[in-house]
């Protein structure tokens, strides 16, 4: 059945007697649902057609804002002011040294304590003849988690009749800083079970290998022959137990695959997952230089949604982003913001069933 984009927007819940928490319903003509929470940006459900016509959620989810609050493995947020870690929550940007939130272990982590996924962003939401959207904005201070600079974000949302969901982010800052932001969606194309039967492909034919910390040791590892190549579509559970150092030090994957032709910064096929038993569908494109796979390994079943609990490698993420850490490595791609200058980063879902 063909109808017009909608949007609705509703209150999901409070932080405080003065902070309110609202959420944003985005629907397409195809039928397609996204809904987006203020607290986060995050993306709390996605709601796709499988290939027997039957529509269910594709993301992991809480049950509740509290949930969220409390207990979130950043399912389906936005990540900021840096996405991954930073090693020792330490880096040195024109001559000063910076010193970050730490929150895991000696490192941080996904923008610290605090990071975007936990601010409440305004949001705005927008619908035309081919699309439903909305646009989520956020004023983090100077030294907000110990980043320089009064950065200015925006992250826009855009649901398109194409079965797209279009993301694009940009920020703004007074003072030279480093901006890496990605979006943590968990998927589970089958929505139930694990995800080791899904097949994924990821256009990379390197990973910056990581330490004991998961922090990069500034070595890329060719994926060749080893259980990290993705370059054709291999179960995700094909070789996820192998006995290799770096899927030992991940507890699984957890690395960042280096995309092929980087330095072009137009919208590239990063990744296709396929899900043999739904027959879902979904590419990722990005103009990002890199993609951040992690399989659910510490995902251990002790948060739920109602009924529903999350158990071990119950969902992926495929996060488009810089490298990890990139401050300290001086070879990788600059994260650098100077004022006058705009970051901007676009990531695409785009959802179909074969
Ligand atoms: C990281 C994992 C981390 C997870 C937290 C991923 O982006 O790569 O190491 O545990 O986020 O949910």
């Not at 290939?51 to 804002?65: D, H, P, Q, R």
């Not at 070595?219 to 579509?233: A, G, I, L, Q, R």
Request: hydrophobic letters at 35%; aromatic letters at 12%.
């Amino acid at each position: 059945m063909i109808s017009k984009p909608s949007i609705n927007m509703k209150p999901y819940g409070a932080l405080d007697r003065h902070t309110l928490i609202n959420m944003v319903s985005l629907k397409n003509s195809v039928g397609t649902e996204v809904d987006i929470i203020s607290y986060g940006g995050i993306i709390t459900r996605i709601s796709t057609i499988d290939k027997n016509g039957k529509f269910s959620n594709i993301v992991l989810a809480m049950e509740s804002l509290q949930s969220y609050i409390e207990h979130n493995p950043y399912f389906g947020a936005i990540i900021g002011r840096y996405g991954n870690r930073i090693a020792n929550g330490e880096f040195m940007l024109e001559g000063k040294r910076y010193v970050l939130a730490k929150n895991d272990g000696n490192n941080h982590l996904h923008g610290g304590v605090q990071g975007f996924d936990k601010k409440v962003w305004k949001m705005t939401p927008f619908v035309t003849d081919k699309s439903a959207g909305v646009t989520l904005s956020l004023d983090s201070p100077d030294n907000d988690q110990g980043y320089p600079g009064n950065l200015h974000s925006e992250v826009t949302y855009t649901l398109t009749n194409n079965n797209e969901l279009n993301m694009y982010f940009t920020a703004v800052t007074d003072k030279t800083t480093v901006v890496n932001f990605t979006q943590h969606s968990y998927f589970n194309l089958s929505s139930k079970g694990d995800i080791l039967a899904h097949k994924l492909k990821i256009n990379a034919s390197s990973i910056t290998s990581v330490d004991r910390e998961l922090i990069p040791t500034g070595e890329f590892m060719s994926v060749k022959n080893t259980p990290f190549n993705f370059v054709d579509f291999k179960p995700i559970g094909k070789d996820i137990n192998e006995n290799f150092e770096q899927l030992v030090i991940g507890s699984g994957y957890d690395h960042n695959f280096v995309l092929k032709y980087h330095a072009d910064d137009e919208l590239k096929e990063a990744a296709i997952v396929h899900d043999p038993l739904t027959g879902r569908v979904l590419t990722i494109y990005t103009d990002a230089p890199a993609i951040q796979f992690y399989s659910g390994n510490f995902l251990d079943g002790g948060t739920s949604n109602h009924d529903h609990s999350h158990g071990y490698r119950s969902g992926f993420c495929l996060e488009p982003q810089y490298y990890p850490d990139s401050p300290n490595h001086s070879t990788f791609p600059s994260v650098t913001l100077m004022p006058g200058e705009q970051y901007s980063m676009q990531i695409v879902y785009k959802f179909s069933v074969k």
